[in-house]
């Protein structure tokens, strides 16, 4: 079935609570482990049912935000979803005191048992009327964001469309690019600190509501991290400044060079090449269809998936007027497909998706196959976007099929990219921890604090006094900071073990990808620290480790200067 034949139908609440209820106490009256095991397969078939309407809704909905009535369904689930989180945790609360739990640990492992340990410690119904109106005005941010309308080269461009400009050869254009994309946020200031400073008392709310000081500790335990917390995240910070900012200074002075720029500003920043940056050479039908031929030949495993991605539509890449920003892999559950969504916009950013976003949905593809019990299939975010980020480096032999002649320009800006990254991603981490631990900040404190961690973490950045970047409101852009708090030191952390997985592919391809497929099909079987271990890559939390994983890097971009 194609996506655009997924029928929707509204969840109908009474009706799932009663067979929630009915499912709880058949655990509860469970006289064997098979009995056991089944309730566990009913509570999970009741998710899927539930979770495939709000999956196909939420994709509609960031499809075309101006649709009203995937708005008001969305609206609904949104509602609906924490209500539903009470019932799943009554399950798992009679899951973890259940005298069959040794049976159940053995069959399916302890991990499942530590993850609903820590979903119980993230929720209570007191806070369920908080979580409505989070998810409330995680729709408003995306909505105001989505609502960009920029005028630009005689045209009328969302924020998305504007992006092939802040990369023009031509630096007047750049800078009036990033000056028209900076005015949207100035203008709607008001409602973009509005709402974040909701989202911050809301979050601190429920954090307090629960036992904890802040929302700093709820956060983490929401991005389920079963392995580290917050001071392993600050070493591995520390880390990044120490060892990769100085090279990312480094990267970015080689930059300068390369574009005869001496005194680079925040509107070079995305300028590679004195000729342009590599741009993809071909139609969006054409970069599917190249997409497709190398996932085809890539493995047998591969092709199975990407025919599945085709025969069912599930892409929709197109930037347009009133599409939510951003790109996103999804799972739904019920037809057991992954869906990419993406906003083209002619840039190499879009090679990225068919890697980067098709490399989670590989992942999920193959944890369906593999893996019995949902729960298990994906580990925690920084696990899963491994999964994608290594993809990104594994396409390499396929590149030319989308750059041909520009090949090399985009493999190296591609490594520089993926190192200057991690410095900007820990910044954006370090300033959210700043943040909810003084939720009392005014909106220009937030903006003072994110101008002094450029310093630390982006020290080459000059803003030239562009009103927007010039007040420290730059973060505004970062969706994940509005909409997925603590979730982008994910990609940080994910990155280092792509680099390692990249600089064996350069060495031997064949075992890079063994290496790779093995840790897929763990799905979520393990924490990440131990995903790591079995894959024989090295831990970021691990004193020295940045440099050891960074310093071949290195080594690789000096070889291939253009």
């Not at 399950?91 to 040794?102: A, D, Q």
């Not at 530590?114 to 929720?123: A, P, R, S, Y």
């Not at 409505?132 to 960009?148: I, T, V």
């Amino acid at each position: 079935m194609k996506f655009s034949e997924m029928p929707y139908q509204r969840p109908d609440k009474d009706e799932i609570l009663k067979k929630m209820d009915h499912v709880i106490n058949i655990l509860r009256n469970a006289q064997n482990t098979e009995e056991a095991i089944c309730a566990m397969k009913a509570m999970e078939q009741v998710v899927v049912d539930v979770d495939t309407m709000g999956t196909i809704c939420h994709i509609r909905n960031t499809v075309d935000t101006t649709d009203s009535f995937y708005e008001a369904e969305r609206e609904y689930n949104d509602s609906l979803s924490p209500v539903l989180s009470e019932k799943i945790q009554a399950f798992n609360k009679e899951l973890l005191i259940s005298k069959f739990r040794p049976e159940l640990e053995q069959k399916y492992g302890a991990l499942l048992f530590t993850n609903m340990e820590l979903d119980l410690q993230g929720f209570s119904p007191e806070i369920i009327p908080l979580m409505q109106q989070e998810n409330q005005l995680e729709a408003e941010y995306q909505k105001l964001y989505a609502s960009a309308k920029i005028p630009f080269d005689g045209q009328v461009l969302t924020i998305a469309q504007l992006y092939p400009y802040k990369q023009s050869p031509d630096r007047t254009v750049r800078k009036a690019a990033w000056e028209a994309e900076g005015s949207f946020f100035d203008q709607h200031h008001e409602q973009f600190d509005e709402i974040f400073d909701k989202l911050i008392k809301n979050r601190t709310e429920q954090a307090q509501k629960l036992g904890f000081h802040d929302f700093v500790k709820l956060g983490y335990i929401r991005r389920q991290r079963n392995c580290y917390g917050p001071e392993e995240v600050a070493r591995f910070r520390r880390q990044v400044v120490e060892e990769l900012v100085p090279l990312a200074v480094k990267i970015k002075g080689n930059q300068a060079k390369r574009i005869d720029v001496p005194k680079p500003k925040i509107y070079d920043d995305l300028f590679a090449f004195p000729d342009g940056n590599a741009v993809p050479q071909g139609t969006p039908d054409e970069l599917l269809a190249a997409g497709k031929k190398m996932y085809e030949e890539m493995s047998p495993e591969t092709a199975a998936f990407i025919d599945q991605m085709f025969e069912m539509e599930l892409f929709d890449v197109l930037a347009k007027e009133g599409k939510a920003p951003g790109g996103y892999c999804t799972t739904i559950l019920g037809y057991n497909c992954p869906f990419i969504f993406s906003n083209f916009n002619g840039t190499s950013g879009d090679v990225d998706v068919l890697t980067h976003e098709a490399g989670h949905a590989f992942a999920s593809y193959i944890a369906s196959r593999e893996i019995e019990l949902i729960d298990l299939r994906n580990p925690s975010m920084e696990g899963c976007e491994t999964h994608s980020m290594s993809m990104e480096f594994l396409t390499a032999p396929w590149h030319h099929l989308f750059f041909k002649e520009q090949t090399s320009k985009y493999e190296l800006s591609h490594a520089e990219d993926a190192l200057t990254f991690v410095p900007y991603g820990c910044m954006v981490d370090h300033f959210q921890e700043i943040v909810y631990s003084h939720p009392e900040l005014t909106p220009q404190q937030r903006n003072e604090e994110w101008l002094k961690l450029e310093k630390i973490y982006r020290p080459y950045m000059d803003h030239d006094d562009l009103p927007f970047y010039g007040r420290g409101a730059g973060w505004q852009r970062q969706l994940h900071i509005y909409l997925y708090p603590f979730y982008y030191v994910d990609y940080c952390l994910a990155q280092t073990a792509a680099l390692q997985i990249w600089m064996e592919a350069v060495k031997d391809r064949e075992r890079a990808w063994k290496k790779y497929f093995d840790l897929v099909k763990l799905g979520g079987t393990k924490t990440f620290v131990d995903l790591l271990k079995s894959a024989g890559l090295q831990s970021p939390f691990e004193d020295g480790s940045i440099q050891k994983i960074a310093h071949p890097v290195s080594r690789w971009l000096n070889d291939h200067q253009i």
